[in-house]
């Protein structure tokens, strides 16, 4: 029998998606499964974006330009003026989500070998992008007991070798929803000046800041033209995570012309979806207004109810929809196994994402968990409750 790939073989599985063979087996077992595992918003997606696939009058559905259908990538154009970021359309390449933009730009920017640091925990699926690219991440540990805060400058000298080219961020961050100040992000300007590195920015949670904090982008740090590379996508921002349409933006034109090869062999990015994501533009500020607060009642629901649980620990998050929570467990992929292959409570369990899927140190996360707080607050409070209970009686309890 042939034998697959070295590179299949190192690739990792997701720790969000890994799960779902046993969530359906507890269905099957008549047991209500509160799915906290994954990001995928129950807010109602802007009727626009409904509106123009119904609407929609057209023979045939062609290619789109590799970069994008250019009335589409105008239109982001105004949407990042509005948030104070100036880009020209052809400093947007649209993708297909955000994952698509991030391997462009790694394999854009990056050889084999080369070395990129990243502030840990991280995006699962950066793993997978690295090692799709052959590029060896570089983790420099954030701690819960600081809210999970950038690390010191210092930790990212150590970090830096010949072979580092790049520096990540997530902002806010996923898996932690922790919002990076401007301040920090002046810090990262200074290292990757210094070092002649690229700064890759995931900021697809801008909209979803709280406690009337606001979010900076690093487009908008000066002297860095030709270093940034920013990621984004309309999955979150207007809960439209299957139309796969995210974008990546720069400045470097050298950059843009080497991604626009990686863009051309793909051919194109999806052209209902860009058709929908235009329309999405005319969303109305109230949308998100609404949706903000919403969502910062669930935070508050989450962080409150974990946080009266014995033994954990839960910070309080300034954006995203994502909290990361330590609790009193051995191991948490077994934990997260257990509560749904062999644990209910009144016929009802969670299903959690396991933390160490977002680390790359070995041995990291294996007392977290991420939550994703997606449910309507009603269920919100339920799912805390049955992995209260859940606790209580888990074997591999360690205090």
Known sequence: MPKISDKGRQMPASPIRKLV????????????????NIGQPDIPTPQSMIDAMHKLDIKVIEYSHSAGILSYRESMCKYYAKHGIEVHPDEIIVTAGASEAILFAVQSCLNPGDEIIIPEPFYANYNGFATSAGVKVKPII??????FALPPIAEFE?????????????????????????????TLREIVLKHD??????????????????????????????????????SKRYSACGVRVGAMISRNKEVMQTAMKFAQARL?????????????????????????????????TVVKAMNQIPGVLCPNPKGAFYVTARLPIDNSDKFCQWLLES???EKQTVMLAPATGFYSTP?????EVRISYVLNVGDLEQSIKVLGEALKVYPGRTI
């Open 21 to 36: 063979p046993y969530a359906d087996q507890a269905k099957k077992r008549g047991v209500k499964v509160y799915h906290l």
């Open 142 to 147: 954030s701690d819960i007991d600081s809210g």
């Open 158 to 186: 150590k970090a830096i070798t010949p072979s580092t080219k790049a520096i990540m961020v997530c902002n806010p961050n996923n898996p932690t929803g922790y919002l990076y100040t401007k301040e920090e992000l002046e």
């Open 197 to 234: 590195l690229f700064l890759f920015a995931d900021e697809v949670y801008r909209e979803f800041c709280y406690d009337g904090t606001t979010h900076f982008s690093v487009l908008n740090l000066e002297g860095l033209e030709n270093h940034v590379v920013l990621f984004d996508s309309v």
């Open 268 to 300: 194109s990015p999806p052209s209902l979806g860009q058709i929908a994501s235009q329309a999405a533009m005319a969303t109305p500020d109230s949308y998100f207004t609404e949706v903000i607060e919403e969502y910062k009642a669930r935070r508050d």
């Open 343 to 345: 644990f209910d409570y």
């Open 363 to 367: 041995g990291a996360g294996t007392n």
